[in-house]
């Protein structure tokens, strides 16, 4: 239990520092990895670095795209792909945030674990989620409480 305490107070860390930019942790955590990247990226690629399905980073990546946070282009080698990437007022905006995001670091670390270890780690939280009752709940992307408030109404 310690070791979920300790992501869940850091997770709540990093909620609270994009609180502070008014954005949702999950605003800050795609526009984190948007800004980790050397090039524009496409909604599935995006989906892939945060670990998430690309029908909620669409959802999340629209509303930085209302706020002038990131620009969404057609690319121009195939005019088939869009590209996210930051705007100069998305940059302004992870340059007052922690140099790190919780969500990020968490991702990563499940990145670097080795695959057998990563399946080792699915199948007990898996174990431990359909214990809980919570097997059907929606798989949202974390502390994007703007898309829960939505959905209560």
Do not use: C, N, W, Y
């Amino acid at each position: 239990m310690d070791s979920f305490r300790r992501i869940v107070r850091a997770l709540r860390s990093s909620h609270r520092a994009a609180g502070d930019v008014a954005l949702t942790g999950a605003q800050l955590f795609v526009l984190t990895t948007l800004g980790a990247s050397s090039q524009a990226m496409s909604v599935g690629e995006l989906a892939e670095m945060t670990r998430t399905d690309q029908s909620t980073v669409s959802v999340v990546a629209a509303r930085l795209v209302d706020r002038g946070l990131i620009r969404r282009e057609r690319s121009t080698h195939d005019s088939r792909r869009v590209e996210l990437s930051l705007t100069a007022r998305g940059k302004a905006v992870l340059k007052k945030t922690p140099a790190t995001v919780a969500q990020r670091k968490l991702a990563d670390a499940l990145a670097d674990l080795p695959p057998r270890e990563a399946a080792a780690l699915s199948r007990t939280l898996k174990k431990i989620v359909d214990a809980m009752g919570e097997t059907d709940a929606p798989a949202r992307m974390l502390f994007d409480e703007r898309s829960e408030r939505g959905r209560r109404r």
